[in-house]
Every structure is written in structure tokens, then in C-alpha cells.
């Protein structure tokens, strides 16, 4: 049974009255989004959010992710979510059509997003790295990178992740020591170990597509000296069909304070000959383009403290309505009424829930959840004006976007 909702009427009221759904439907590229559509997709995101992943948060949190021998497997029912989740589409939301995307503007994405964060954060860990991953191939990628990797990481078929951390270099990338050895014919190999890596390793696809900071022989000292490889778990052969496993391999996964379902790795690339990888982009500038992937994680983070406060507000709006508690003020021997009743309480609700469109009644809105639409608005603008141009494979947004509504 789910106890998450989404509050998919604040999401409608925010997106239309404060984010500007109207100007956002009228950006080139947008011309078959309509508001009927993107309430249809929040209906269905709401269901699947609320149907499938919600339940899982609790398994996922009491049986977490398992290493064995290098391998990881996620928490029971994990797999089948995830299954659902790929072939309904909710991966290819806000990718580029060029490459199997639907192209819907982020606006809709990131309140799809907040939805999967609050039904079950661990889940939604997954397809926030990947997303990540995909964007920073999209701008940075080879013609050739983004053909092999980017139409399977869209569809969901493999997930990506980003590898800045290291043992020694946290907050102080600088002091990457990973090495990158060019091998002549357009491939290195990778030496190193990454740890801190979510969904460094696990069994939900047939192949992790990971992007990595490492430093090229010779390369200057200090962040400078960083550059981005695309390094997969399984080599891709011409023909997009797998082949040989790579070199990198879990060593283990983190034990943490909580989001136990989320594979958190400790990756060792190169242990065994080298991990054949590709660079991303110029020489030097990995740490810039790898700014493409830690700004949407940053901007997902944000997110998750929106999507856990309305989790959170749900569940205190349960035990407000079940708690019997006292009587009306000013009413002395009458009947025990529930604590939503005290005034003392309804002035209680968290500043991210006031933002809303105030569905509870005597709520205030404040103007945050507009200020968070702004940013998205201004996201699309930036992503549209890039998308501008000829659709490679002739892929229309409609062709696709059926697939996003099960
Ligand atoms: C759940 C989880 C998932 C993660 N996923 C990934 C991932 O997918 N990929 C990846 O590459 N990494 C990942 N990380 C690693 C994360 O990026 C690092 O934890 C982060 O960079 C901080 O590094 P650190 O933990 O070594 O802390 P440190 O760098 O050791 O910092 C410790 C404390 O000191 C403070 N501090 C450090 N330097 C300064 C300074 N100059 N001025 C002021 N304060 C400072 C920090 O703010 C922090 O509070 C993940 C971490 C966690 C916990």
C-alpha cells in the first residue's frame, strides 16, 4: 500500500500561474505539448510514483543493495521496478529526440522528477545520474560517443554515472590521481580507484556507462591537468551489441546512515591490464565538462530536499488527522478531536508545503515553488535554443511520448 501522493494539483497550479506553462509551451520544438498533455503525463507519473515505487522505499530501506563478489544486487522488487520504468519510458522524458528522447520540456520532467524522489529517493538516484550522464555526452561527446552510448542510456537500457571521488580528493578534486594512458589507436587505459560512486555497480541493466576524471601523462598539476573518459562496464562493439568486460570492477559498497538501496561503489579501474576507456572533449578540461553533470546533480539535490519535505509533510498530515487529542480550545468536556484541530498545529506545516497551491485549506502559499519554475523555464529556453535543427533520425516527439503513458 503507497502512503505518497503527489500533489499533482500544487504541480499544475505552479506550473501554470508561477513557472509560465504557456510561454514554456510556446518555445520552438514545444508545438505538440499542451496542458492536457502534460496533465495526462503528471497523472501517470503520480501512479507509477505512487503504485509502484513508493512501496519499495521501505524494502528497499530495510534490505538495501548486497555486494558479492563484485557484483551488486539491488533490493528485492528493484528490478522489476525499474523494467517498468524503462519501457514506460519516464527515462527518455527530456532527452533529445535526436536520440530516441521525447524532448517534453524540463518544466514537466523536473516535476516528474520531484515525484519520483519523494515515493522512493533510493530509486531515483539511478535515472538522476544517468541523466546527468547523458547531458554531459550530449555537449561534450564525439559524434561517435554519443551514437554508441546515448540512445541505450536514453531508453534506459544502461545507466550512467559520474567519478570524480577519490580516496584522497573529496571536496579537493585537485588531488586526482587517476591516470588515463593513451594507447595509440584512439583508446586509454585507465588506472585508478574512485569511491563514493551511486550506482557505481548494480543488476538493474546489462551495462553501466561510467564518466570519469582522470589525468593524461604529462598533464599539468591540479584541476587543470583533469580530463573525462567514457569508460563502460562492457566494451560496445561497432554494431552496438556488447562485448569484452571491462576493467573497472566494485570492490565494495558503502555502508550508510540511510538511501541503503542505493549502491554507493568503490570502483577499481584498471587492476587487471587497464580499463579501455574514451576521452570525453578536449585534453585538460574534464573537470569543466564534468561541471555538466555535478550542476544537474546540484539542481536534483535541490529537488530532494523539496521532494522529502513533502514526504514528510504527508505523513505528519496523516498522524495530525489520526491523533486524538484533546478538545477544541474553549471547549471543556467535549469530544477529543484530532491535533489538526489545534491551532498550535495547523501553523506547523514546513515552509515547502506553504509554496504549494495551498490544497490544504488555511495553508499560505508562498512564492518558492515560483522561483523554483523559474529556473526550469529558464532551462528550457537553453536547452531548446540548442535542440534548434533538423531531427537526425526523423524521430518525431509524438512517435514516442505514447510510451511515457502506460
Ligand atoms: C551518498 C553519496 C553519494 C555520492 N555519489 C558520488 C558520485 O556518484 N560520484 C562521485 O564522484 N562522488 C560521489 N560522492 C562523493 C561526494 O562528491 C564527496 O563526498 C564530496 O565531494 C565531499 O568529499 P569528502 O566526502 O571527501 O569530504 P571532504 O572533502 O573531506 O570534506 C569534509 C568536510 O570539510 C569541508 N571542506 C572541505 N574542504 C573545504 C574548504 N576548502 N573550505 C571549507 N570547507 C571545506 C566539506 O564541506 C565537508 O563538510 C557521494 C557521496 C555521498 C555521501
Sequence with gaps: MS?????????????????????????????????????????????FASGVLAPLNWVGDQEGAKWKDGEVATAPGWKDAYKQFSESGWSALACDPDYGGQGLPKLLSTAVMEMWKSANMAFSLCPMLTTGAIEALMLRGTDAQKDMYLPKMISGEWTGTMNLTEPQAG???????????PQGDGTYKIFGQKIFITYGEHDLTDNIIHLVLARLPDAPEGVKGISLFVVPKYLVNADGSLGARNDVHCVSIEHKLGIHASPTAVLAFGDRGGAIGTLV???????????IMMNEARFAVGMEGLALAERAYQHALQ??????????AGVRGGPKVNILHHADVRRLPPPCRRSRAGAEPGLRRSDDSGRQGLVHRELDRRHLGRRAGPRRHGLHRGDRRGAALP
Design 3 to 47: 502512503n505518497y501522493n503527489a500533489p499533482v494539483r500544487d504541480m499544475q497550479f505552479v506550473m501554470r500561474e508561477l513557472a509560465g506553462l504557456d510561454e514554456v509551451m510556446q518555445l520552438p520544438g514545444n508545438e505538440e505539448v499542451s496542458a492536457d498533455l502534460v496533465d495526462a503525463i503528471l497523472e501517470e507519473a503520480d501512479k
Design 319 to 328: 498522524y495530525a488527522k489520526d491523533r486524538i487529542q484533546g478538545t477544541d
Design 281 to 291: 572533449g578536449e585534453p585538460n578540461r574534464g573537470l569543466e565538462y564534468m561541471f
Design 171 to 181: 571536496s579537493d578534486l585537485a588531488a586526482v590521481r587517476t591516470k588515463a594512458e
